[in-house]
């Protein structure tokens, strides 16, 4: 059974660079045909898609964070890391990698628990 587990930091300062990293168990990253995404919540908010990367290792994001955001890998850990730069109070949300099957549109399964992060101006 896959499991997605969130970790970093739960306080980063404006301005900074948030990174978080989900780690992967009972699964590959490099498996076929796995998309591993981020997707936020802000609070009283809906959910807002960031990027993916691919078992291939191709990379996609949002038009609208692409500019802040960028997906990387570590396959020999198993994990895949979320960087989202010059963060601002705006960027406060609880953050979910989830496993995208089969193209970017599929279906979301399993999800991380989530974690929440603040950004504190």
């Known amino acids: 059974q896959v499991q997605l587990q969130e970790s970093g930091p739960g306080l980063v300062k404006a301005s900074q660079t948030l990174s978080l990293t989900c780690t992967v168990s009972g699964g590959s990253i490099t498996a076929n045909y796995y998309y591993w995404s981020w997707i936020r919540q802000p609070p009283g908010k809906g959910l807002e898609w960031m990027g993916a990367i691919a078992y291939s290792g191709n990379t996609y994001y949002s038009p609208s964070l692409k500019s802040r955001t960028s997906i990387s890998r570590d396959t020999s850990k198993n994990q895949f890391t979320l960087h989202l730069s010059s963060v601002t109070p705006e960027d406060t949300a609880a953050y979910f990698c989830?496993?995208?099957?089969?193209?970017?549109?599929?279906?979301?399964?399993?999800w991380g628990q989530g974690t929440q992060v603040t950004v504190s101006s």
């Open positions: 989830v496993r995208v099957v089969g193209t970017l549109e599929g279906p979301l399964s399993p």
